[in-house]
């Protein structure tokens, strides 16, 4: 059944794509899988996405990670809804700002200090401010994708899963000025970033890190160094926790792996899908936001810490992330069984809340959308980094393993 009277799917999609360059103003979202991704999404309930043409899915798309408790879900609703009533933004700031602020600060264990703005990139462009400011240099080194708007850095990631190479030219539209000022650093490769150090002595302000998600244990080992030769270098350690916060651990990697940072941004995960972002850090070093200026007109915008603080209260009542590993081991478990039980040459790699959909082989492009075309025609909307939600039951796990397995029997065939 359709779920709006009007355009199906893809005809909406190829509206957009007239509209809108990639059709989407997130290139993540773009669709591509003609006919069997969903072209657009119109509604979404628990774990579950309807598409213009009423098709249902499973989803681990999770709005691409923000989405932690699910989709409409009760209690964050009904905390937006309730502050609705009262107001949005005002010319003054909101109690709710503080509330949140020392509910983060609680839970955080690099948080001493924390403030607000609406995007993760925003939020890293103001701890890369911050740090530049306080350490009197210029010179940022990045490891992973921060957003787009740090994406400087000849060679660097400029969209997740975009690979970047450490040489090349600036990316289009960034002066080269400016790009020569940031330095990209594949994961785990203490080899390049000592090679920064020692090329650039007393000039690195910085190193701002997101783990990799296929290997992100291997931040047992790489957090430590990174906080040692950083310490040793007289350069801020900045951690990206805007997927692996309240995912892996509430606190993210740093409570994950008991390396505290000097400055991080929460995103995603902290409001259910409400835009929010949260820069938080050592009182001192928040302090140089006296002279580093950042500020935003929606900074405190009431209706993302309200949810915030609802998706908190959750957290603090259930278990939320012991949830998303347990659930997430059962489901991917559950996946690399059917992908060698069908001779699928792929395998989910990484920590159970986000891990890695990985394609090894020289066809490894034309098995993945064999295999993401499958996952949609049984009704699974996947992408290559996948989440549980909260709203997963035990029951949802079940089904979805089981129209997984369907698809890689699809897929194989
Ligand atoms: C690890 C990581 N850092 C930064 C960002 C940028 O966040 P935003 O899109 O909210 O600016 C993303 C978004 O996908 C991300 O996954």
Redesign the pocket.
């Given at each position: 059944m359709k779920e709006i009277d009007g355009p199906g799917s893809w005809e909406i999609a190829e509206s957009m794509e007239r509209a809108i360059p990639w059709g989407s103003s997130?290139c993540?979202k773009k669709p591509r899988l003609f006919p069997d991704e969903p072209g657009a999404i119109v509604r979404g309930r628990g774990c579950r996405v309807w598409d213009a043409d009423g098709r249902e899915f499973i989803d681990f798309r999770n709005g691409?990670?923000p989405v932690t408790l699910g989709y409409a879900f009760p209690e964050v609703d009904a905390a937006v809804r309730a502050q609705l009533e009262t107001g949005v933004v005002f010319g003054h700031p909101h109690p709710l700002e503080g509330e949140v602020a020392e509910m983060l600060i609680e839970r955080i264990p690099g948080a001493e200090q924390a403030r607000f703005l609406?995007?993760?990139?925003?939020?890293?462009a103001a701890c890369i401010r911050i740090a530049r400011c306080v350490t009197g240099r210029d010179r940022v080194v990045q490891i992973?994708?921060?957003?787009?708007?740090?994406a400087l850095a000849a060679g660097g990631v400029t969209l997740?899963g975009r690979e970047g190479g450490g040489v090349g030219s600036p990316p289009p539209g960034v002066p080269a000025a400016l790009s020569a000022l940031h330095h990209a650093c594949p994961w785990n490769d203490l080899e390049t970033l000592d090679a920064y150090f020692t090329a650039y002595p007393g000039e690195i302000a910085a190193v701002v890190v997101?783990?990799d998600y296929a290997t992100m244990a291997a931040g047992a080992t790489f957090y430590p160094a990174l906080r040692e030769r950083t310490e040793r270098a007289g350069a801020l350690l900045v951690l990206?926790e805007?997927?692996?916060g309240f995912r892996i651990a509430v606190g993210g990697v740093q409570e994950r792996f008991g390396v505290v940072p000097d400055l991080s941004?929460f995103?995603?995960g902290i409001a259910n899908g409400l835009?929010l972002?949260a820069y938080v850090g050592r009182r001192d070093v928040m302090g140089a936001l006296d002279r580093a200026i950042v500020s935003s007109t929606f900074g405190g915008e009431t209706l993302s810490l309200a949810a915030a603080r609802a998706v908190m209260r959750v957290y603090a009542e259930r278990d939320v992330v012991a949830h998303l590993w347990r659930q997430g081991e059962t489901l991917w478990g559950n996946l690399n069984r059917s992908f060698r039980a069908h001779g699928v040459n792929a395998e989910v790699r990484g920590f159970w809340p986000c891990p890695a959909l990985t394609f090894d082989g020289p066809d490894r492009a034309a098995v993945r959308e064999r295999f993401l075309r499958a996952a949609y025609r049984n009704g699974v909307s996947l992408y290559d980094?996948s989440y549980v939600n909260f709203s997963h039951d035990d029951a949802a796990i079940a089904e979805a393993s089981a129209r997984l397995d369907a698809a890689c029997r699809d897929a194989a065939a």
């Open positions: 997130t993540s691409l990670g609406k995007t993760g990139g925003e939020a890293l992973g994708y921060n957003g787009w708007l740090n997740p997101a783990a990206d805007i997927v692996t941004v995103s995603k835009p972002s980094v």
